[in-house]
């Protein structure tokens, strides 16, 4: 993949998003599943995301939209503390919303649910705990990403500050991969990051899981 000098060199080669995954939480931890819970960042998380700011700060990114849950909207206010960028904030890029699956542990979710967890890793429309289907998120989150891109200027770079999962299904709507292949991207770790770059047939994946510590993913989308 390419690597962060490489992007940051990349002036003439069109605009660049950026999908950066938010701050370690309590429950990441616990392997609890958040989706649209309103769940804060820990002491690890916060720096997580100073560490990160750092890196992507030299970027030069051009404008910032985050989702409204205050996981993301911190390690956003990082990055903004840094470039002095403007966030915007909006519900469209929460997490999925996975109604009685919210709250409970990744044991739990199997032993309750087995099948559906089952039949959702194997790429089926699942509506987790009665909740979004994955093609839903995409359809609200990936044309909050677009209509922020285009108002950027020529070889400009947006930030996008989101959820494991919903970056996921976001950069496969982008790509125009089937959904049931969106599970072949690997989850995020904390505070981690994508990038996408802008082709002459569309977007292109540049990097993927970027900033990575040896740490293990933990996410709703594991």
């Not at 660049?16 to 370690?24: A, E, P, S, Y």
């Not at 009685?100 to 649910?113: D, K, M, N, P, S």
Request: proline letters at 3%; a negative charge.
């Amino acid at each position: 993949m390419t690597s962060i000098s490489e992007a940051s060199a990349g002036k003439g080669r069109g605009r660049r998003i950026i999908l950066w995954r938010h701050g370690q939480t309590s429950w990441n931890v616990e392997r609890r599943f958040q989706g649209s819970t309103d769940v804060e960042l820990t002491e690890t998380g916060v720096a997580q995301a100073r560490r990160a700011a750092r890196l992507l700060a030299s970027l030069n990114p051009d404008a910032m939209v985050a989702s409204d849950l205050r996981r993301a909207a911190a390690t956003a206010a990082e990055l903004a503390m840094l470039t002095g960028l403007d966030v915007t904030h909006d519900e469209a890029l929460r997490e999925t919303y996975a109604g009685v699956w919210q709250g409970l542990t990744h044991e739990e979710i199997i032993a309750r649910f087995g099948d559906e967890y089952a039949a959702w890793k194997r790429g089926e429309p699942v509506r987790r705990g009665g909740g979004e289907l994955e093609t839903e998120v995409a359809d609200r989150a990936a044309p909050v990403v677009l209509r922020h891109v285009e108002k950027l200027p020529e070889d400009g770079t947006l930030v996008v500050v989101s959820h494991g999962g919903t970056i996921r299904t976001t950069i496969g709507r982008l790509l125009g991969l089937d959904p049931r292949n969106w599970e072949s991207l690997g989850g995020l770790s904390n505070c981690c990051w994508s990038v996408l770059g802008e082709g002459a047939r569309g977007w292109r994946l540049l990097e993927h899981n970027a900033g990575t510590l040896p740490e293990p993913v933990l996410g709703d989308d594991d």
